[in-house]
């Protein structure tokens, strides 16, 4: 099991920039995939970035070149740089553990909620 908290939302303007942090409770060395996610008001969640054992890193298409995703093994924490905000980045985020074992098991933070004004 592993406990996530998110940390960093808060109102931005237009163009400006926010850094989410989520801690872990755990290393997270050892676990598969970190990653990011939102959801917006009447939308469904979707994934922001994820980062795999080995750093790999994956984008949704419209967030690359803005977004990065980025950890630190020794803080077991992961992090959210974002540049560039747009009134459409406005959502709840959402820090994502996911471990596979024998099945795949899921974990989630409480969300950390984003506000980008015009």
């Known amino acids: 099991q592993v406990q996530l908290v998110e940390s960093g939302g808060g109102l931005v303007q237009a163009g400006g920039s926010l850094r989410l942090s989520c801690a872990a409770s755990?290393?997270?060395?050892?676990?598969?995939?970190m990653g990011w996610y939102r959801q917006a008001p009447g939308k469904q969640r979707e994934l922001v970035a994820v980062m795999q054992s080995g750093d790999r890193t994956d984008y949704a298409d419209s967030l690359k070149g803005r977004f990065t995703i980025s950890r630190d093994n020794a803080k077991n924490a992961v992090y959210l740089q974002m540049n560039s905000l747009k009134p459409e980045d406005t959502a709840v985020y959402y820090c994502n553990a996911r471990i596979v074992g024998v099945g795949v098991r899921d974990y989630w933070g409480q969300g950390t909620q984003v506000t980008v004004s015009s």
């Open positions: 755990r290393s997270i060395f050892s676990i598969n995939a």
